[in-house]
């Protein structure tokens, strides 16, 4: 989760993005309105996507989903930033089992990136919460 923050807001709990998702974990309204319908919150106002325990509690209900639905926590985080229907698509047309040559293959540049840097991010946190231990 930490990864996936990181990478959609840098930790900044009043972000807007320009498709205006907002919050930390970068949730667009028609999502968030679903999520928040699913977990049983009222979200009467978009302002509460501005509240990090909102925000993220609807972030990972809907990265759940995400991960339930492909089986895999890759496919998920690439959905989390292109859309699960495309990501459906670019499984389909995927002939091969390695995931680093998926990452690879992914024909939006944005999305590729992204899902390296939030992979990059867990390990990277992994490795320092750890340490803590």
Excluded: C
Excluded at 45 to 67: E, F, R, T, V
Excluded at 82 to 101: C, M, Q, T, Y
């Amino acid at each position: 989760m930490l990864g996936l923050i990181r990478q959609e807001s840098r930790f900044e709990k009043n972000a807007v993005s320009v498709s205006n998702a907002k919050g930390l974990m970068q949730l667009i309204p028609p999502t968030a309105v679903s999520t928040a319908r699913q977990v049983g919150i009222n979200l009467i106002s978009q302002d509460m996507l501005y509240d990090p325990k909102i925000n993220i509690h609807l972030g990972i209900k809907y990265l759940q989903g995400l991960i339930q639905d492909s089986n895999n926590p890759l496919f998920a985080v690439a959905s989390y930033n292109a859309g699960p229907k495309a990501v459906e698509r670019w499984i389909r047309s995927f002939h091969g089992n390695d995931l680093d040559f998926f990452i690879e293959e992914i024909p939006y540049e944005q999305t590729r990136t992204y899902v390296k840097k939030v992979f990059a991010g867990y390990w990277t946190y992994l490795g320092l919460y750890k340490n803590q231990e």
